[in-house]
């Protein structure tokens, strides 16, 4: 079990922000649909690079239930992945962000830079997703509390290391950021916490997240899990990320039970599908 020692009493899940309750009022998780315009993301890098499928593809997502859109420029895949400028990353949004918005459901920016994060939210974002949880660019959290904007504090780490014993580094990582949004004056309500998984973590540290994720609902804030076709799925089954469905879904029904409020994936339809069912079943226990 996460020691609890040090760290700050856990606000009451107050969920203050207006869109995080409608989020959170479901009696199932809200999904959140994954938009990549990067050319090398681990998935589906380069599918919707071009404004007018990446346009479609958000549409899609959210006729198959969708309740926000998670919209990224720079690829976080935890192996090989290339940093770019906050000037590229403002290359691929500018011709898509402000149509996808357009939609009429909420949109989260997925960017560790402050300046881009900026830039989304003039343009219609309402959630930046962090992940590295306000850790990263000094003025982030700053930015933030100054827009009154929900924020999503991911776990990350620069290496995986087999040896560190995970849901502690966790637990730390968020007591680190905790700290930096208080300071900076971003309300509890405001905030979601993601154990960020396949980030910095071997395989079975980001099974041990997901089997022990409910040790985080410590924290008393709502819990946002992306497992989707993650690296570890095929440590248990060999598989290529586009044949990870069946791994996402299982992933991701044991982090709804473990108190996850948001899943974040690739395959919406069967993911919404998957929940509403679970959800139903359980009704009747």
Do not use: C
């Amino acid at each position: 079990m996460i020691a609890t020692t040090s760290r700050p009493a856990p606000a009451a899940i107050s969920t203050g922000h207006p869109l995080l309750r409608a989020l959170l009022s479901k009696p199932y998780p809200a999904v959140m649909g994954v938009l990549n315009v990067t050319p090398d993301s681990f998935s589906d890098g380069g599918q919707f690079v071009a404004p007018e499928r990446a346009l479609a593809h958000a549409r899609r997502m959210i006729a198959e239930g969708a309740d926000i859109i998670d919209i990224g420029a720079e690829s976080t895949r935890p192996y090989g992945a290339q940093p770019v400028s906050a000037e590229e990353e403002l290359k691929r949004l500018q011709p898509v962000l402000a149509d996808v918005v357009s939609l009429g459901v909420p949109v989260s920016i997925d960017s560790m830079k402050s300046a881009v994060v900026a830039w989304a939210l003039d343009a219609g974002a309402t959630v930046a997703n962090d992940v590295w949880g306000l850790q990263h660019d000094p003025d982030m959290a700053a930015l933030l509390a100054s827009r009154n904007s929900p924020v999503i504090i991911m776990h990350n780490r620069d290496r995986a290391d087999a040896s560190v014993d995970i849901m502690k580094d966790i637990a730390e990582f968020f007591i680190r950021s905790l700290d930096i949004a208080a300071k900076a004056g971003i309300s509890a309500g405001n905030i979601l916490l993601d154990p960020g998984i396949g980030f910095g973590k071997t395989p079975e540290q980001s099974i041990t997240a997901l089997a022990r994720l409910n040790e985080l609902t410590l924290f008393g804030l709502p819990l946002l899990v992306g497992a989707s076709r993650k690296r570890f799925i095929s440590s248990v089954s060999p598989s290529e990320p586009d044949q990870r469905l069946g791994g996402s879904i299982a992933a991701h029904l044991m982090a709804a039970k473990g108190g996850a409020r948001i899943i974040r994936t690739h395959d919406v339809r069967e993911t919404v599908q998957a929940l509403r069912v679970a959800a139903a079943i359980e009704d009747r226990r």
